[in-house]
């Protein structure tokens, strides 16, 4: 069945899990959204954000960007980092493959060799090319990590998912981990605090229950089943964005 017929199947395959599911035009890889920006990387390094219905190409190339409270950042083949400064990407120092910029004003990400770093909030904010940043390094070992409101998400490399403790502006690096029951090949978190991930075989989970007093949250519910696998997923201000494993973009309203 082709895309297009899943989503019109949606009220009956949905319901209250999603609604109003539509196939946005272009081509990602991998897509970020906060505070009502969206972001993404196509197969070819090509950079986008999406201005109303229109997606405009930003200079530069990029396999991984990200946005969120602490600005947009990015990552290129290299593993060299990018901060978008006035319209400009700056280089600045340090190496990673995936970073994100979810945290309140600090960046945190992941490098080749799965080591976990992450970047206090007065660093992040005076970041330039100028300077050697602070680098954190955590200790652990994840493919990838995601930060919101309430503390750090990430998985390993095999799929098993863990949450950072006491994680805040000033101290990044948080203080333990909890193993959270579960497998997700990639999890991103929200700047309000949800958290949405995808599994290998590219089921699209939510983290129910998720509290300031119970950060972890209770139990993962399946939601977008009705689409094709899913590699990719981001969430903001009710929107659930999705990439599918043919680089389609499919924006769903929770």
């Given at each position: 069945m082709?895309l297009?017929?899943?989503?019109?199947?949606l009220?009956l395959?949905a319901?209250?899990s999603?609604?109003?599911?539509i196939?946005?035009p272009g081509?990602?890889?991998?897509?970020?959204?906060?505070?009502?920006q969206?972001?993404?990387?196509?197969?070819?390094?090509?950079?986008y954000?999406l201005?109303g219905?229109?997606?405009?190409?930003?200079?530069?190339?990029?396999?991984h960007?990200?946005?969120g409270?602490?600005?947009?950042?990015g990552?290129?083949?290299?593993?060299?980092i990018?901060?978008?400064?006035?319209?400009?990407?700056?280089?600045?120092t340090?190496?990673?493959?995936?970073i994100?910029a979810?945290?309140?004003?600090?960046?945190?990400?992941?490098?080749?060799y799965?080591?976990?770093?992450?970047?206090?909030?007065?660093?992040?904010?005076?970041?330039?090319?100028d300077s050697a940043?602070p680098?954190?390094?955590i200790?652990g070992?994840?493919?990838?990590?995601?930060?919101?409101?309430?503390g750090?998400?990430g998985v390993?490399?095999?799929?098993?998912?863990?949450?950072r403790?006491?994680?805040?502006?000033?101290?990044?690096?948080?203080?333990?981990?909890?193993?959270?029951p579960?497998?997700l090949?990639?999890?991103e978190?929200?700047?309000?605090?949800s958290?949405?991930?995808?599994?290998?075989?590219?089921?699209?989970?939510?983290?129910?229950?998720?509290?300031?007093?119970?950060?972890?949250?209770?139990?993962?519910?399946?939601?977008?089943?009705?689409?094709?696998?899913c590699?990719?997923?981001?969430?903001?201000?009710?929107?659930?964005?999705l990439i599918t494993d043919?680089?389609?973009?499919?924006?769903?309203?929770?």
């Open positions: 082709l297009w017929e899943f989503l019109l199947l009220p395959l319901g209250s999603a609604q109003d599911c196939e946005i081509s990602l890889k991998q897509i970020d959204a906060s505070n009502g969206v972001f993404g990387v196509n197969s070819a390094g090509n950079i954000t201005y219905d229109s997606w405009a190409q930003v200079p530069g190339s990029l396999k960007v990200t946005v409270p602490a600005g947009v950042w990552v290129n083949n290299n593993d060299n990018y901060k978008l400064v006035g319209g400009s990407w700056q280089q600045v340090g190496l990673l493959k995936q994100d979810g945290g309140d004003m600090f960046v945190a990400g992941v490098s080749m799965d080591g976990i770093y992450c970047l206090s909030r007065p660093a992040t904010v005076s970041a330039n090319s940043l680098w954190v390094n200790a070992s994840l493919k990838y990590y995601s930060c919101g409101l309430w750090c998400w390993n490399s095999a799929d098993n998912i863990y949450f403790f006491d994680v805040t502006p000033d101290s990044c690096a948080g203080s333990r981990w909890e193993y959270v579960g497998k090949s990639m999890i978190v929200g700047t309000e605090g958290v949405y991930g995808v599994t290998s075989a590219g089921q699209v989970f939510r983290r129910d229950g998720i509290t300031k007093s119970n950060p972890v949250g209770t139990t993962w519910t399946q939601v977008a089943s009705f689409i094709c696998n590699k990719h997923v981001s969430y903001d201000l009710g929107l659930l964005w043919q680089d389609k973009i499919v924006k769903c309203r929770i």
